[in-house]
Nanobody, 116 residues
Framework: QVQLVESGGGLVQPGGSLRLSCAAS????????MGWYRQAPGNQRELVAG???????NYAEAVKGRFTIARDNSKNTVTLQMNSLKPEDTAAYYC??????????WGQGTQVTVSS
C-alpha cells in the first residue's frame, strides 16, 4: 500500500502562486510514477503534471511554462509549483502514485481556488 497526503492548497488571486506538496509513505520503493491531477466541478479528472522515478516530466498544455513538478526521493515527496495562476486553474488537485507491484493510489485532494 501507498499512502499519499497533499498539502498547500488555498485561495490565491489571479497571477499569484501556490506550491502543492505530496508526501508518500508505505511501499514507496515500488513507486515508478507520481503526478498531479485536477478536477473542477462538472469536469473529468485530468492530468496536470507527472514525473517518473527517472525524473522524466510531462505537463498538460494548459499549464506548460507556469507549473513545475519536482520529486525529492530522499523525502518521498513530490511538489507542484504553480505560478501565474488563472481562474481556470481552480479545481481540486489530487496526488497520484503508481506502484510497480500494487497499482495506482490517490491522495485525498486539496482545493485550489484562483479568484479576486
Amino acid at each position: 500500500q501507498v499512502q499519499l497526503v497533499e498539502s498547500g492548497g488555498g485561495l490565491v488571486q489571479p497571477g499569484g502562486s501556490l506550491r502543492l506538496s505530496c508526501a508518500a509513505s508505505g511501499s514507496i520503493f515500488s513507486i515508478n510514477f507520481m503526478g498531479w491531477y485536477r478536477q473542477a466541478p462538472g469536469n473529468q479528472r485530468e492530468l496536470v503534471a507527472g514525473i517518473t522515478s527517472g525524473g522524466r516530466t510531462n505537463y498538460a498544455e494548459a499549464v506548460k511554462g507556469r507549473f513545475t513538478i519536482a520529486r525529492d526521493n530522499s523525502k518521498n515527496t513530490v511538489t507542484l509549483q504553480m505560478n501565474s495562476l488563472k481562474p481556470e486553474d481552480t479545481a481540486a488537485y489530487y496526488c497520484y502514485a503508481v506502484s510497480r507491484t500494487e497499482g495506482g493510489f490517490w491522495g485525498q485532494g486539496t482545493q485550489v481556488t484562483v479568484s479576486s
